[in-house]
């Protein structure tokens, strides 16, 4: 037992050995008028007691992890792990972005070739990594749209913005000074090139178009939608953020498009949500190449560098060079799948998504489209006699053990429940949830209560989701 003793805890008195450097007190750092008196009455757990304590909290979570995350728009894929572990070597982690270039070689040709890549996808010709989420993308497109206007000495300052299009599009575009116009879709829910003329002025500077649209509809016309901007002068910007529906199959250089932003955390496989890390690349052709943000990385056969002298550049958008673990993360996805991969994920997204709606619209009404790409909308608004909306049936989905779809939007379909799939849900996750929305549809006639007062088995019921973003409480 001596030797144990011995032995025991490290050093001899604790486990952590003497400081071997002189000791100084606290206040001879820091003012004392803010050093506490008194030591705070921190808890403290035994491991084991933390460890339930963090498994419990993180039960009471949904991700997509645990099932099936149907939020249209979203693209909530499942993320090979994978990626993760990659994104976490030391080489990835512990460079710093002010390292000289000739330390850093890999993280800028690991980003070089990502923008190869995405410049390979969309068939534009410059790009940036900077912008860190897709409204960031957004607005980085439209601030070089402005750059570009005032360099041929125009004042364009409308930009055009169909009713189906995301949130984030007319308020980039606010934000960035430009002021919106919407563009009716038609009764099928796409873009008429006869409604575009019919707003068109020498004052619209671009049209910002998500294809497929929010409906989950692919904008068929448009090719012709480009050729009549380019005619008046205006630019075509393609809000990439659905590319999940259409990578490796078309290409945005074919539908005539000059500014695409990706979304990497959707399409290109990083988990996110929560305000978690994003990047929202943005692709220009040749003409708008000298204004993107610097630097930009180039390389010259020999070594990769940043590039600070780009002509027209509007300057930096992102501190240093934008959210570099999901570049890493990005392009291992895009480098694992290859051009067949990523052309077969967006078929399954489609295929799953077309399924879920071939089930579904026998039962909830379908109101744009027969098919769909990668998502689709359907509307509850059949229910509302029986006095159920449709934040009733995402919230009874919840007790059901799904994530509820996006609902009340796009905000041309009534009591809208927007579904998407995504490719890495099997035909029995799929058929799990038909199931449940069944069994909605019918506890909604003969058991209205059950639907109403849902959900009853998480751990918070209905919140007053109002009051939650009014008056924010992260501490609990
Ligand atoms: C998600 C999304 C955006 C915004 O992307 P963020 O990264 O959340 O800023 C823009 N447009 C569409 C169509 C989207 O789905």
């Known amino acids: 037992m001596e030797l144990l003793n011995k032995y025991k805890g490290g050093a001899k008195k604790g486990y952590i050995s003497k400081l071997d450097i002189e000791e100084k007190p606290l206040d001879s ?25 963090f498994i419990k909290l ?17 693209t909530m894929k499942y993320n090979p792990k994978i990626n993760e572990d990659i994104a976490r070597l030391p080489g990835f982690t512990n460079i710093h972005p002010e390292a000289p270039e000739s330390t850093i070689q890999g993280a800028l040709q690991l980003m070089f070739e990502l ?46 913005i169909p009713d189906t299009a995301h949130g984030t599009n007319p308020a980039s575009s606010a934000r960035a000074g430009f002021k919106v116009k919407e563009v009716k879709s038609n009764k099928n829910g796409i873009l008429e090139p006869k ?49 999940n529906a259409i990578m490796g199959k078309a290409k945005a250089s074919d539908f005539g ?54 002509k027209n550049s509007i300057g930096k958008v992102s501190s240093f060079y934008g959210a570099f673990s999901v570049m890493v993360k990005a392009y291992i996805y895009i480098r694992l799948l290859g051009a067949d991969g990523l052309e077969e994920a967006a078929c399954q997204a489609v295929i799953n998504s077309n399924y879920l709606l071939t089930k579904l619209r026998e039962i909830y009404r379908l109101p744009y489209g027969k098919n769909c790409m990668h998502e689709f909308v359907l509307s509850a608004s059949d229910f509302k006699e029986l006095g159920i909306r449709t934040l009733d049936i995402a919230k009874r989905l919840l007790d059901y053990g799904y994530h509820a779809p996006t609902i009340y939007f796009p905000l041309i379909v009534p009591e809208a429940l927007m579904i998407e799939p995504t490719e890495t849900e099997s035909k029995e996750s799929l058929d799990g949830f038909i199931q449940a929305m069944k069994n909605i549809a019918k506890e909604a ?32």
Request: aromatic share 8%; charged share 25%; net charge negative.
């Open 29 to 53: 750092f820091f003012d004392s008028a803010y050093l506490r008196e008194k030591y705070p009455p921190l808890p403290s757990p035994a491991e084991v007691e933390l460890m339930r304590h």
């Open 58 to 74: 993180s039960l009471m979570n949904y991700h997509v992890d645990k099932g099936m995350y149907p939020l249209g728009s979203c």
């Open 115 to 160: 923008g190869e890549f995405l410049k390979e996808i969309s068939g534009l010709d410059a790009i940036t990594l900077q912008p860190k989420a897709g409204a960031h993308g957004e607005l980085t497109g439209l601030l070089i749209t402005r750059a570009y206007f005032r360099s041929i000495s125009e004042e364009r300052g409308i930009v055009l």
């Open 195 to 243: 409604s575009l003329r019919e707003s068109m002025s020498e004052d619209v500077a671009l049209l910002m178009i998500t294809n497929p649209n929010t409906l989950g509809i692919f904008e068929s016309h448009i090719r012709e939608l480009a050729h009549i901007l380019h005619d008046h002068g205006a630019l075509l910007y393609m809000d990439g953020a659905n590319l």
């Open 257 to 310: 498009v000059d500014i695409i932003h990706f979304n990497l955390h959707k399409t290109f496989s990083t988990p996110h949500g929560g305000g978690g890390p994003g990047s929202g690349p943005v692709a220009v052709t040749d003409k708008l190449s000298s204004f993107l943000p610097t630097p930009t990385i180039e390389f010259d056969d020999e070594k990769y560098y940043f590039n600070w002298t780009l």
């Open 445 to 476: 006639r003969d058991e209205p209560d059950k639907v109403k007062q849902a959900p009853s088995s998480t751990h918070v019921g209905r919140l007053d989701e109002v009051k939650a973003n009014r008056e924010l409480n992260v501490r609990w």
